[in-house]
């Protein structure tokens, strides 16, 4: 029995990108739209109330997107991820209803890591700092913004925070991997399966890394294409204030739609591999 491989499910991913941007055109397009909107809203990074307001407004669109995805994946005429793409990929039926409550729960599961994480570490410092092992940091007084943790990760804190952050990462990396088939578990499947993905994943952990990596790989490359032409545009003079920041904004939209088909389409084939490895062990097992 052939096992599921990397360069499959990469190219199953692939190969999810063409027909997802002709029969999904309008959900990806609106998607599309969303991330850019949301990213030059006013005040869209200057506290963390606005940016999780503006991340919930995206929660539909990327939710539609996902589902209309999840079916030509699967194939239209899979009862349970019920029926076909519908017009331009929008529609709203119980996959999108599955999907969002898979999606809040993988939120709430990464956000309680990492809640329990700084919890444990704050502990530890606060101890250490105590017993004098650590010297004592004023923590700041401010808002956390780049430039003030810039300026801790450069102070004494610096080697204590990389050794907090570096197994946290981790950790978080790894449970997303784990969890990476939840999605098409669940759109196969008709019920949301979040915790049984954790199972799912055993003996595929490298093709789900090969496609969160390709993944990755596509939204670090548009972001920097993005950084690039805001760059110039800004030495050039053509442009300025929220306009200057367009196409670094258009540029990660276009990453991120390209980069949904390939990780919809590579967990979609990674999870039909795993299920049917499953029957075919159970008909052995019968047999």
């Known amino acids: 029995m052939a096992e599921v491989s990397a360069s499959d499910a990469v190219g199953a991913g692939l190969r999810l990108v063409g027909p997802g941007l002709r029969q999904a055109n309008i959900a990806l397009g609106l998607l599309g ?5 949301t990213e030059l809203a006013p005040g869209a990074q200057d506290n963390l109330a606005n940016t999780l307001l503006l991340a919930l407004i995206r929660v539909p669109f990327i939710v539609i997107a996902t589902a209309a995805l999840l079916r030509l994946a699967l194939g239209a005429g899979a009862a349970a991820n019920g029926g076909s793409a519908g017009p331009g990929g929008l529609q709203w039926h119980g996959l999108e209803g599955r999907v969002l409550a898979v999606q809040a729960l993988l939120f709430l599961t990464y956000v309680s890591i990492g ?20 010297p004592k940091v004023e923590p700041p007084t401010g808002p956390m913004t780049p430039e003030t943790a810039a300026a801790l990760m450069q102070g004494p804190m610096g080697p204590i ?6 197994p946290a990462l981790i950790v978080i990396v790894l449970v997303v991997l784990k969890l990476s088939l939840a999605l098409p578990a669940t759109a196969a499947d008709g019920e949301v399966k979040v915790l049984r993905a954790w199972r799912l994943s055993r003996g595929v ?11 990755f ?28 920041l367009l196409p670094q904004a258009a540029a990660q939209a276009v990453g991120a ?19 049917r490895r499953g029957l075919t062990q159970v008909r052995d097992a019968a047999g």
């Open 33 to 37: 739209a969303a991330l850019v909107l």
């Open 115 to 134: 809640v329990v994480w700084i919890i444990v570490a704050s502990i530890g410092v606060g101890v250490l700092m105590s017993n004098g092992t650590i």
């Open 161 to 166: 925070m990389l050794a907090i952050l570096a």
């Open 205 to 215: 952990l490298w093709p789900i890394f090969a496609v969160s990596l390709l993944t």
């Open 217 to 244: 790989a596509i939204s670090v490359a548009f972001a920097a294409l993005g950084v690039t032409l805001t760059g110039v545009l800004t030495a050039a003079g053509a442009g300025g204030g929220e306009a200057s």
């Open 257 to 275: 739609i390209i980069g949904l088909p390939v990780s919809i389409g590579g967990y979609v084939h990674i999870y039909m591999g795993v299920r």
